[in-house]
């Protein structure tokens, strides 16, 4: 029987914030900047399946984000002390995944959810790994300094036999331990095995509880929509709306209920004042939603500039 740690609410919050949170801001960002990524002709995808197909790709990204917390909560319950990991190095910044302390050794710790990179990319992990091992050789002469690479699926390990030879290379160069572990090796060797056994157990509860696909109704729930999007530039909600192609292709596959729009428009009458740029938003709002009054109705959109 496990013991817990850490707590699955935890567990659950880290994951949920680190991977939902802000996805429909950074997705309307991402359209209003390259709107022919989604609505261009010469690809083989409606609207819909791109926008589904980034948000897939993003989740997959801010998962390995959620992680490199995780494994610090993990870290910290273990008493490790946790370093700042970020360096500014001759010009250059360095972050680290994981960096702690355990008395006088020094550890860390670069981490990926997977070892199934091309040869072009596997080659950036050893030059990363190596950059970091001199830039903490150097700043920490007193230390004995452990690097480590870990890649959590233990499922996939395609450039194994690569990265061992490498990280030999460099234990032997620099004379610093180095390790390469997958899934629970890494807690075993911290004398913790179990902390891969909680992982387990509580990654597979979580995934029973997300949805099988992406949700880009964000009329779903639109008081979540309006929270996460309404500080979006206000120029790039503009581009979204004025242009019909993006507003009928893209607007309204997001919001096809306007919900969401309505809450925005409320958001924006409220906080217009004088700024010309929010003016034109309501405006095309307005238009776009039929609530266009008839003073609005008398002044052209053009009429409002891009100028605050």
């Known amino acids: 029987m496990i013991s817990y740690l850490l707590s699955y609410d935890s567990f659950e919050k880290i994951l949920n914030e680190s991977i939902f949170f802000k996805v429909k801001l950074t997705l309307l960002e991402k359209v209003a900047k390259n709107p022919d990524r989604y609505i261009g002709l010469f690809r083989p995808t409606k609207a819909k399946a791109k926008l589904i197909q980034n948000i897939t790709q993003s989740n997959e990204i801010r998962f390995g ?9 993990y870290l910290k319950i273990l008493k490790f ?33 997977r070892d199934d990179h091309d040869s072009t990319k596997k080659r950036g992990q ?24 870990y890649f959590i699926d233990p499922g996939l390990s395609k450039n194994k036999k690569y990265y061992i030879s490498e990280l030999k290379r460099i234990s032997e160069e ?17 004398k913790e095995p179990r ?20 949700i880009i109704n964000f009329d779903q729930d639109p008081e979540d ?30 919001f096809p209920e306007k919900k969401t729009l309505h809450l925005l428009l409320e958001f924006y009458k409220k906080n217009v004042e004088q700024n010309r740029t929010l003016m034109k938003l309501v405006a095309i709002l307005e238009e776009k939603l039929g609530k266009m009054n008839t003073s609005s109705k008398n002044m052209k959109l053009t009429d409002y500039t891009d100028n605050d």
Request: aromatic share 14%; proline share 3%; with cysteine.
């Open 65 to 73: 984000d959620a992680f490199e917390i995780i494994i610090e909560e």
């Open 174 to 190: 620099y004379e610093l331990n180095t390790h390469l572990f997958y899934g629970k090796e890494l807690f075993t060797w911290l």
């Open 126 to 149: 050893i030059e990363n790994f190596e950059k970091k091992s001199k830039l903490l050789l150097n700043e920490n002469p007193d230390q004995e300094l452990t690097g480590i690479m």
């Open 195 to 214: 902390i891969w056994d909680e992982i387990i157990t509580y990654l597979t509860q979580w995934k029973e509880e997300i949805p099988d696909f992406p």
């Open 225 to 254: 929509s309006f929270e996460q999007i309404k500080h979006i530039n206000p120029r790039l909600m503009i581009s979204l709306c004025e242009n019909e192609i993006i507003y009928h292709e893209i607007i309204l596959t997001l």
């Open 81 to 113: 002390e946790i370093m700042e990991k970020k360096f500014i190095f001759q010009n250059d910044s360095l972050i680290f995944d994981q960096l702690f302390t355990e008395n006088d050794n020094l550890y860390f710790i670069e981490q990926k959810l």
